[in-house]
């Protein structure tokens, strides 16, 4: 029996089945049937699939040692001061990734200024943005921005 232990992102749900995503590998894993309660889409789980026979197409999720919800938010703050720094040294449409002291990691992102609500919007909307979250271990994302910088910050709680 395959077994696979790890932590998913519920990418799809319906009142029946939903899609699990493995947040470290991105191999997807299709339920059989919903555990109850059910999971709803969005949602992170860390537990255990268990591929059902004969084909092993299809999973059961056998255990969950940890279910929640990571919130993604648009803060009322601007980027900080560092922040506007990284920005202000590298040309637009370029990401840099720094860890955070402690736990988490920021992500410094420059755009051009009309795409800037747009740009925040995308991330707000975008399931890789929980699923990067979870693979980092953090509780929360906040996005700042401001004229064409976005700060996405993966915070502990």
């Known amino acids: 029996m395959e ?3 790890g932590t998913f992102l519920v990418s799809e749900s319906d009142s029946e089945t939903a899609i699990l995503t493995d947040v470290a590998t991105s191999q997807v894993h299709p339920l059989g049937e919903q555990p109850d309660p059910p999971l709803e889409a969005g949602e992170v789980i860390a537990g255990m699939l268990v591929a059902e026979p004969p084909t092993t197409a299809i999973y059961t999720l056998d255990s969950i040692d940890d279910r929640r919800t990571i919130p993604v938010e648009r803060s009322g ?5 560092q922040e506007q720094e990284i920005a202000a040294d590298q040309p637009v449409g370029e990401l840099t990734r720094q860890p955070r002291a402690g736990k988490g990691e920021l992500h410094v992102l420059t755009v051009p200024d009309e795409q800037t609500d747009q740009a925040v919007q995308d991330v707000l909307d975008d399931p890789q943005t929980v699923a990067r979250a979870a693979r980092l271990g953090v ?3 906040e996005i700042r921005a401001a004229d064409g910088v976005l700060s996405v910050r993966y915070l502990p709680e």
């Open 3 to 5: 077994r696979t232990e």
């Open 77 to 81: 703050e601007s980027p900080t001061k």
């Open 139 to 141: 509780d929360r994302v």
